[in-house]
């Protein structure tokens, strides 16, 4: 029911153009997809996406997003957008995602007026609608439309039409900006963030999928799985010598375990 509830939602506003805002991550993995299955019904539908390269963003996003576009057969606009020039979101304030999300909705709908297209879509789930995220508050101000949301389609849900249809990235763990990565309050240290990635993905390599590093100055807390608490103990020597090979100084494991948005605990 809620699938075709989507389509239709989707269908309606194909018929006057949509861009979609697409990160390579399964919400708006599945946007597009259902946006392209529709428009092969209509004669005149149009479905463009965008992406953004960003200096938060994971470096791992754009190819997957490459990919993605290449298997749908759909064009992709590729922008770059440094919203570090915003002193909000280089100080790391508690609303940096809405400065943030400002900046790269508005150069969306610039593109979507260039391009004739009458709608910016996102991947904004109900899920998302839930927690803090300061910017939905500006995609809401823009006017850019959340089929997912609208649709009220949970996280869940989302990954399980997206493995129906059999996209890819139906399982792809979560990949928020890096800034989520450092406390709130205290500017950026960009010149951390490739260590962050690097050691993160290093973990990935050794098993731990959904794991996250947020660094305090020297001291990292490191977020995995509970489930995995006795993988990462048993492998602790390892773990220890490639981090701190890589940069990392005191290195600590979160006895509470992964939790989307941890850094948001101190403000809610």
Not at 37 to 61: H, M, N, R, Y
Not at 76 to 94: C, E, F, G, L
Not at 167 to 172: E, F, G, Q
């Amino acid at each position: 029911m809620k699938e075709k509830l989507l389509r239709e939602y989707i269908n309606k506003l194909i018929k006057d153009g949509v861009l979609i805002t697409f990160s390579g991550g399964v919400d708006s993995t599945l946007v597009l997809k259902i946006a392209v299955e529709e428009s092969k019904k209509i004669s005149d539908g149009k479905v463009k996406a965008c992406t953004f390269q960003t200096f938060l963003s994971p470096s791992e996003d754009i190819e997957i997003v490459k990919k993605l576009a290449k298997d749908f057969n759909v064009d992709i606009i590729q922008k770059y957008i440094d919203q570090t020039k915003n002193i909000a979101v280089s100080n790391n304030h508690k609303d940096r995602c809405f400065h943030c999300k400002k900046m790269i909705f508005s150069e969306a709908i610039n593109i979507a007026k260039e391009n004739n297209l009458k709608y910016v879509l996102d991947g904004t789930n109900s899920d998302d609608l839930k927690i803090y995220r300061p910017g939905l508050k500006a995609i809401k101000e823009l006017g850019v439309k959340s089929p997912l949301a609208d649709c009220n389609f949970t996280k869940d849900e989302v990954r399980k039409l997206a493995e129906k249809l059999k996209i890819k990235v139906a399982k792809r763990p979560s990949a928020p900006c890096l800034a989520t990565r450092f406390p709130y309050d205290e500017k950026l240290p960009l010149e951390k963030f490739s260590l962050i990635e690097k050691g993160e993905n290093f973990l990935k390599e050794m098993g731990f999928l959904t794991n996250r590093i947020r660094l305090y100055g020297d001291v990292t807390r490191i977020e995995i799985s509970i489930s995995d608490f006795d993988k990462f103990i048993s492998s602790r020597e390892k773990i220890i010598k490639n981090l701190k090979e890589l940069g990392f100084k005191y290195i600590n494991l979160d006895m509470e375990g992964f939790r989307s948005g941890s850094m948001d605990e101190v403000i809610l």
